[in-house]
Every structure is written in C-alpha cells, then in structure tokens.
C-alpha cells in the first residue's frame, strides 16, 4: 500500500504524467483517421541497409553487449561523415559515443552537465524530452521563444542574451527545428557562438535533422564556430536521416573530456543499446551523397504537397526550412473552425471532423499561450497519404 499523501509519481516529474502524442494516436485509431501527429516515416529506409542489419544479426555481431562507447565501426564512420560533410575532425576512440537514439543522448548530456539550480536556456517550442531532462537533472529551463514573422519562426537574439544569468550553464541548441522548420542562419549561430564564449558556456546541439533542409537554407554544425570545438557536445541520429527510428541508434561528438562526461551517465541508464543496428547505420553513414540528395528531395516533394494544400485549405503555412514538420496558424479559418484560435481544442475535434489527426505545438510551450494558435502536420509519409489527408482538409474548409 502507498500512502494516500502522497502522489506516486515525484514532483520533478508531475508536470510530464503522459504526452500528446499518446492521446493524439489513440484518437487516431479510434477515429480511422490519418496519423500526421508523431512524426514517424510509413515507408521504411534502404533496402541494402535493412540487409545489413539481417547479417549482422546472423553472423552473430552485436548479439551481445557491444562495447561500451559502441562498435568501432560505426565510431569510424559517424566520425568519417562529419569530416566529409562539415570538415570536423574527431577521434573516433575519444571524441564519439554511440547512445540509444537521440532521446539518450540528450538525457545522458543533461544528467552529466547539469547541477541542480543550473539554468538551461532552450527554444520555445521544443522537443518534448528537452523539458522533462533538464526536469530529472535537477536544472530549471529558462525557454527563449522562438516569434512568427514573414512566414517563419525567428529567434530574437537580444532575448537570447538577456536570457543568460550567472546561473546559466548551457545552452541547449535545436538546428533545423521541430517543430517549426526554421534553420538557423549562419549569422545567428554566429552570435549564440560568441555569447557561448564570452559568457563560458557550454552548448548541446541537437542536429538529428541535419540531413533535411530545403531551399537555400544550409545546416551548419555548431562545433564548427570558433570557440565552440571545446564546449559543444553535437548530437546526431540515425532515426530521421535513415528511416529507421525504431532502429534507436543516435550519438554524441565532442572532446574527450566531454564525451566522457556523458558517458558516466549513459553508461547507468542503457549501458549499451541495439547492437546489430549499429553495423548496420554504419554502412548507412557511408552511403554515397546519392542516398542524401534523394532523401532530401523526397522529402521536399512531400513538405509541397502538405504546405500546399494545407494553404489552400485556409490554415497559414510556415513553410518549413528543414525538419518533416509543418507548423500552421489555425485562425485564418475563422473563429468556429479553428475553436476560436484554440489549437487544443482544434486538435481534438479534428479527427472527429476531418479524420486527420494533428499536434497542438501549445505542448511545446512553456508560455502556452503563446503556442495557442499554432498546429503542427508530419509529412514524413506516402505522397497518398498527404493527398489524402489534405483532400479532406479542404472539404472542412469548404
Ligand atoms: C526525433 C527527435 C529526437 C529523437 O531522436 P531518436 O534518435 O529517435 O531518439 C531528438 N530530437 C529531435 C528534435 C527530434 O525530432
């Protein structure tokens, strides 16, 4: 018997009892409608590469616990792609550290770096382990928000700055950004580089979307700044980039010293994770520039038919500059549709409505009001399934 005075679950963790996406799926599947809520892809990644994962598994690699900081193999090769695509160098023996998925290495980094009463700055929205990390590691989070402006979500760098205190530790960075798209500009990194070094900071970027970005925009790695090598812990996945994000292998880069920090809380949460998979991202690492390019221009093909129809079924589209998510303001479809600008309630009544199901970004948001108007699509599906989907939005508007 537990005492009736006390809740079960601890106060660090009250606020996070269940997520969205949990209510959002389960309303999906009752309602028969279309899942354009979590943002998973309904098509599997290469063939060649699921392959690899098979023999691996036959021939017995990675059955058993693999090595602490992963395999070797798939150290070489997370550190031979970032030399090829962004010239950063780093040892594969020091400077690398094979996490299950992202979501760990996000948690590990926050555990290691964060001593309860630190500040940790993040961009409102943001992905919903970011709060709930910073949360467990005893940190308070200190959201900078990211404001609609020309069709995008912007940072304010004045807020940035005015954000940091004596108590300030790190700054946990997202480049492209989900759930709104923006990719942050050479300038802008530019100038959370030189607050990082002139206020001593450390940073965790989180980059697991690096591959997706579209038009002109260019995603440029954080530790590639001046000053940032030495106080940038970088994070990487093979979960968005291949299609494969039941696969859970992510990473971290940085210096040994901080590598090894995040290990020692890695090393107690999943020790090791997914050791065939790891062969196998391996060889997905190494995959020519081909595999990249098509990937990308897949995914372009699909933000266009989603940011497209979703315009002409009245919603206003912040065309995502990376990422497979749309956000949209839901007001523009006046004041009963969008249940008085209510992204919450629209959500909910959504399914029932249009057999779509989509995500409140208010979730994302400390200042939920500022979210309150704001829905985000995943298009990181079949391009039936977005025509689909977008047919029946346009019938609720017309
Ligand atoms: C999906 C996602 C992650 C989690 O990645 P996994 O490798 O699946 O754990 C982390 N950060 C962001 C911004 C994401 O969208």
């Given at each position: 018997m537990t005492s009736s005075a006390r809740p079960l679950l601890n106060r660090r963790l009250a606020e996070f009892g269940t997520t969205i996406f949990a209510e959002m799926s389960a309303l999906a599947l009752r309602t028969g409608s279309i899942n354009l809520?979590?943002?998973?892809?309904?098509t599997d990644g290469p063939e060649e590469i699921r392959e690899a994962a098979v023999r691996a598994l036959r021939d017995g690699r990675g059955n058993q616990y693999p090595p602490g900081p992963g395999v070797p193999e798939l150290r070489t090769a997370i550190t031979a792609h970032q030399e090829r695509r962004y010239g950063l160098s780093y040892d594969p023996d020091a400077e690398v550290l094979v996490t299950a998925g992202a979501t760990e290495a996000i948690a590990a980094a926050l555990l290691a770096l964060v001593e309860p009463g630190d500040e940790v700055i993040a961009f409102e929205p943001y992905y919903d382990s970011y709060a709930a990390c910073i949360a467990m590691a005893g940190g308070t989070r200190v959201p900078v928000t990211l404001r609609p402006a020309d069709g995008s979500f912007r940072l304010d760098l004045d807020e940035l700055r005015a954000a940091v205190t004596d108590r300030t530790r790190l700054l946990l960075i997202n480049t492209p950004h989900n759930p709104t798209g923006t990719v942050l500009t050479r300038e802008e990194l530019t100038a959370i580089a030189e607050l990082a070094v002139e206020r001593d900071l450390l940073v965790i970027t989180d980059e697991v979307y690096e591959h997706l970005v579209f038009d002109a925009a260019e995603h440029i790695p954080l530790a590639t700044f001046p000053g940032m090598r030495g106080r940038t812990v970088s994070i990487g996945s093979a979960g968005k980039t291949f299609s494969f994000t039941g696969w859970k292998v992510g990473w971290v880069t940085g210096t040994p010293d901080l590598v090894t920090a995040v290990r020692s809380a890695k090393q107690f949460l999943t020790?090791?994770?997914s050791g065939p998979f790891q062969y196998a991202v391996a060889e997905a690492l190494s995959l020519p520039d081909s595999y990249f390019d098509a990937f990308r221009a897949d995914m372009l093909a699909k933000r266009d038919v989603l940011a497209t129809g979703l315009t002409e079924a009245g919603f206003e589209v912040f065309?995502?500059?990376?990422?497979y998510f749309v956000t949209t303001d839901i007001r523009p479809l006046g004041p009963d549709l969008s249940q008085n600008g209510d992204g919450f309630a629209f959500c909910r009544a959504l399914p029932e409505l249009a057999g779509v199901v989509a995500i409140p970004n208010a979730v994302f948001y400390d200042h939920r009001e500022a979210g309150a108007p704001f829905v985000r699509f995943a298009f990181c599906k079949r391009v039936s399934v977005l025509e689909e989907a977008v047919g029946r939005l346009k019938k609720l508007a017309g």
């Open positions: 809520g979590q943002g998973f892809p309904d020790y090791v994770a065309r995502p500059a990376g990422t």
